[in-house]
């Protein structure tokens, strides 16, 4: 299977991104992860420009276009979905490419609720094929790039994340 994972924050030491990589390096030769980190690239939306998007749109599009399924990490701005990722849905939610697309989050917070409540039912609106209960939380805040590393090196973490990539992979068979 060949998955885009999409990090929903613009820090270049974003948490979230960390787990999308390391979810990358775990996939081994069973699925391909490609992440992308440039939400914070992207224009602002404007239904002006919908039919001729800026280049940067219609790169994303096609990655989307081009994966099997689709995993969002997203922190928690003010208790709610941060403004690139947002805007970054807003460019998608009038193209084909996500309609119907299977899609599942993962999370490197023990917090961050309300924001992922949020992100379920735009999701959820977005693509019939979000599958709620399947859910990747593997905690990062707070800790330095070391600690991450390691944390996400450890063999239980590792299997839970070739667990996540492998149920996600029967979900996108059976959508």
């Avoid at 922190?75 to 119907?100: C, F, Q, T």
Wanted: a negative charge; glycine letters at 4%; aromatic letters at 6%.
């Amino acid at each position: 299977m060949k998955f885009l994972a999409i990090s929903g924050s613009a820090r270049r030491a974003s948490t979230n991104t960390a787990l999308l990589r390391a979810l990358q390096a775990a996939a081994g030769a069973a699925h391909t992860v490609s992440v992308y980190d440039r939400v914070g690239e992207l224009p602002v939306f404007s239904p002006d420009l919908e039919l001729d998007p800026p280049l940067a749109v219609s790169a994303l599009a096609q990655a989307i276009a081009d994966a099997d399924g689709l995993i969002l990490a997203s922190p928690e701005y003010i208790r709610s979905i941060p403004g690139g990722l947002k805007n970054a849905i807003d460019w998608l939610v009038s193209r084909n490419e996500v309609i119907g697309k299977p899609i599942v989050l993962a999370h490197a917070s023990h917090r961050g609720d309300d924001m992922l409540a949020q992100l379920r039912v735009v999701l959820a609106t977005l693509s019939e094929q979000f599958n709620e209960e399947l859910f990747l939380r593997i905690p990062l805040m707070k800790l330095s790039p070391e600690e991450i590393a390691e944390r996400l090196s450890a063999l239980r973490h590792q299997e839970e994340m070739r667990d996540f990539l492998d149920a996600f992979a029967r979900y996108c068979r059976s959508a």
